[in-house]
Structure formats: structure tokens, C-alpha cells
């Protein structure tokens, strides 16, 4: 029996992993410098570092009255955070994306929101997390990245499409992909994460889904060729009315049209 062809996703394939990171960030500039945006959805992670490395070098080129207005007008959430580190941990998230971002561009860093990785309830972290991206609009773009066993954010397989902001344990695979910001031992990464969920994540109005890479082939392959289902949490973005999948031709090496 053949398979049954899933709705396609948008995709733009670029020549490589620096023509991807450039073209992903002048869509956040364009995002940004639109009418009246929307706080945008940041990721971090590898995938990352080369995008916001082009925004940098773009920004640079922007007259003077947009450089302030961008930062003027800065709002954004990421995705998730690591249980038990604050700020000031290299191995954070937030220090990432000081790193990466908030430092080097000169935003305020009140207007780079993340989940509270110390908060005494995460649970309850996680809950005050999204009523706060609720109140500011919502997500107007999200970024996101692939994770090698199909997780977007820190959303573990299985995962339903109706998984809500919440801690997660990861897997050993995930804590051994995110070792090297540990000095890499996989031991050293948090077990668990607040995360924002397929729920807040499908409420964006537009998503951005990077991959790049041939070590992300193979799971590139299965969200291109796979209906939704709960062991792939990234084919539930196939249910998103406006969601374009930017990679370059080495993560594309593994998406047939089907088995």
C-alpha cells in the first residue's frame, strides 16, 4: 500500500547554512521594523548562533533611525529554559541569548523574555510564562529549531498538539546533543526544562522552522514525508496555516517523498 502524501509545508531551500542564516535575519529585521509587530518567538541552540550573527550584521547596515527604532520597539519570548540555572550561568539560556543577542545589539534585557529557570514552583513558572506572552499579543513570528528526535522547543516525544507551557524532563538524546555548552558531559545538562508547548507554539502568526545540516536529514526527511502524529512533535506544525521551513541543501539530502 502506498503512502498517503501529508499537507506539504512551504519550503525554501538555500545553498548553505550561512545563506539560510542571512535570510532568516532579515526576515526577523523586516519582522521587526513592521507596523505594530508582535513580540517575537526566539529558540536557541546551534542552529541559532550563525542567525543571530547575520542579524548583527545586518542591523549594522540599517540607517540610524532604525537601529533605534528596533531597539525601541524590541519584544521578545523564547522558547524555554533550563530548570534550576539563572541568568548568570553560562550554561543558561538567558546567557545565550545575552551572548548572542541582547549584548551585542544593545537591547534592554527586560524586553528578551525568558521562563524564571529558578522559580521555586516551575510548574507555576510555566503558567505565569505563557499568561504573560498571552497578555502582550502573542507570538507574531516564531523561530524555531529541529531537534534530532523531531522536539521544537524542549517538546519531548510523544507530544500532543495540545501540550501547554509545562517543565519537561529531557531525554538522554537531547541532554547528550546539549552537551558542549557543558563542558560536554551529557551528565552536566539540567534533566529538566520549562518549555513552552505545541499549543502556544501553533498560536503564532507566522513560524519560522531552520534546519540546517546533514545531521539533520534524516528527521528533516520524516517531517517532510510524515502526517502529524505524537512522536514527531513537529509534524503538528503541519496543521499551521503560515509556516515556512528554511534549510539548506545538506538537511535536505534526506527528504524523499515517502517510503
Known sequence: MSAVTPPRLALTVLESREAVASHVARQLLADRLGPEPRPLGLATGTTMEPVYAALLEAERELLDGHRQHLRRHWRSYNLDEYVGLGSGDPGSFAAFMHSCLTGPLGLDPASVRLPDGQAADPQAEAGRYAAEIRAAGGIGLQLLGLGLNGHVGFNEPPCAATSCCRPVQLSASTRRHNAAAFAGDPAAVP???????????LAARRILLVVTGAGKADVLGRLLCQRPSPELPASWLQ???????IADRAALSGATSGP
Do not use: S
Open 239 to 245: 496543521r499551521h496555516p503560515a509556516v515556512r521551513v
Open 191 to 201: 534533566e529538566w526544562a520549562i518549555t513552552l508547548g505545541l499549543e502556544e507554539i
